[in-house]
């Protein structure tokens, strides 16, 4: 099921830092998500996954499969193998908050935020410097970025992005809310001013994520 929310992982039996990612799909055999940090394959990582504040982290332990990249960024497309949940119980708590996901999804489709990666050009109005990041999500009021550089925040901001699967450019006014800066550096979009084309190609692109996972 395609998911968008934040996971934290470690990497098992090491002292290192909790490193925040964003997720892509989660179903009962492991978790997709969106890293910069190389992860070898057989990498034992310690999860924190949650999703939409609904709830306590699910915690899990998994193993790295594979790791690829996406878009022209820096970004790393992440598969990591849920281990630990042979027993009927654990995995019964992992189906279980599955099903409250896919269930808040389908009743409250306009506050959904799905996963889209794709490289996101930004720049300050009126002026001509162009800079470069790639969305992680995106729903009806704004979007999640992964930032390679600095992104000024609480001021108006033009954003520029292609949907995937379709070259259309669409742009947006838009401004940053939030940042967070670790490993990976996000921010988060709120879109100001949006058309209702675009308004309505967002909503397309969520009605076609929930209807692919049913």
């Given at each position: 099921m395609a998911i968008s929310g934040e996971a934290t992982y470690r990497i098992a039996q090491t002292l290192s830092l909790p490193v925040t990612v964003l997720t892509r799909e989660m179903n009962r055999d492991g978790l997709h998500f969106v890293t910069t940090e190389k992860l070898n394959p057989g990498t034992v990582l310690e999860l924190k996954i949650k999703i939409l504040n609904m709830s306590e982290p699910f915690e899990v332990q998994g193993k790295v499969l594979w790791q690829r990249k996406v878009s022209s960024q820096f970004l790393l497309d992440t598969f990591v193998e849920f281990l630990g949940l042979s027993d009927s119980a654990a995995e019964h708590k992992l189906?279980?908050?599955?099903?409250?996901?896919?269930?808040?999804?389908?009743?409250?489709?306009?506050?959904?935020?799905?996963?889209?990666?794709?490289?996101v050009t930004w720049k300050l109005p009126g002026?001509?410097?162009?800079?470069r990041a790639a969305s992680g999500d995106i729903g009806r009021a704004g979007?999640?970025?992964?930032?390679?550089e600095d992104i000024p925040q609480n001021v108006p901001l033009d954003f520029s992005f292609a949907f995937p699967g379709n070259p259309a450019v669409c742009s947006v006014a838009g401004q940053v809310v939030w940042k967070s800066r670790g490993q990976t550096n996000f921010a988060g979009v709120k879109f100001l001013e949006v058309p209702p084309a675009l308004k309505e190609?967002?909503?397309?692109?969520?009605?076609?994520?929930?209807k692919e996972e049913q």
């Amino acid at each position: 099921m395609a998911i968008s929310g934040e996971a934290t992982y470690r990497i098992a039996q090491t002292l290192s830092l909790p490193v925040t990612v964003l997720t892509r799909e989660m179903n009962r055999d492991g978790l997709h998500f969106v890293t910069t940090e190389k992860l070898n394959p057989g990498t034992v990582l310690e999860l924190k996954i949650k999703i939409l504040n609904m709830s306590e982290p699910f915690e899990v332990q998994g193993k790295v499969l594979w790791q690829r990249k996406v878009s022209s960024q820096f970004l790393l497309d992440t598969f990591v193998e849920f281990l630990g949940l042979s027993d009927s119980a654990a995995e019964h708590k992992l189906l279980a908050y599955i099903s409250r996901i896919a269930e808040w999804k389908t009743v409250n489709r306009e506050h959904v935020r799905c996963p889209m990666i794709t490289d996101v050009t930004w720049k300050l109005p009126g002026r001509p410097e162009a800079h470069r990041a790639a969305s992680g999500d995106i729903g009806r009021a704004g979007m999640k970025l992964f930032l390679s550089e600095d992104i000024p925040q609480n001021v108006p901001l033009d954003f520029s992005f292609a949907f995937p699967g379709n070259p259309a450019v669409c742009s947006v006014a838009g401004q940053v809310v939030w940042k967070s800066r670790g490993q990976t550096n996000f921010a988060g979009v709120k879109f100001l001013e949006v058309p209702p084309a675009l308004k309505e190609i967002i909503l397309e692109y969520i009605d076609k994520s929930i209807k692919e996972e049913q």
